[in-house]
Nanobody, 120 residues
Framework: QVHLVESGGGLVQPGGSLRLSCAAS????????MGWYRQAPGKQRELVAA??????GYVDSVKGRFTISRDNAKNTVYLQMSSLEPEDTAVYYC???????????????WGQGTPVTVSS
């Protein structure tokens, strides 16, 4: 199977920075899109940022503050978060579209989530 393991969450003061990491392991032939989602208490899960090849996209609320990147050799995606605001508080989930075998369709896999709390 495939496992996605996130790390890097925690408590940070407003204006601070954190870097999240998500490493995929297991039966992997190729990885297409990788992304970060978040879910705040009482709210729906939302897409924060995604990366496909060299192309990236962001939700408007994080543009200019968050940067997504990936290391294909390590099957790892990162989310550098700067100028954090209390509104960024949420559980952050990693998602990856993975083909497990040559010629197979991609499947969506999720990490377990890592909490980010922005508070003074």
């Amino acid at each position: 199977q495939v496992h996605l393991v996130e790390s890097g969450g925690g408590l940070v003061q407003p204006g601070g920075s954190l870097r999240l990491s998500c490493a995929a392991s297991g039966i992997i032939f190729s990885i297409n899109t990788m992304g970060w989602y978040r879910q705040a208490p009482g709210k729906q899960r939302e897409l924060v940022a995604a990366i496909t090849g060299g192309s990236t996209g962001y939700v408007d609320s994080v543009k200019g503050r968050f940067t997504i990147s990936r290391d294909n050799a390590k099957n790892t995606v990162y989310l550098q978060m700067s100028s954090l605001e209390p509104e960024d508080t949420a559980v952050y989930y990693c998602n990856a579209q993975i083909a497990m075998f040559m010629g197979a369709n991609t499947r969506s896999f999720w990490g377990q989530g890592t909490p980010v709390t922005v508070s003074s």
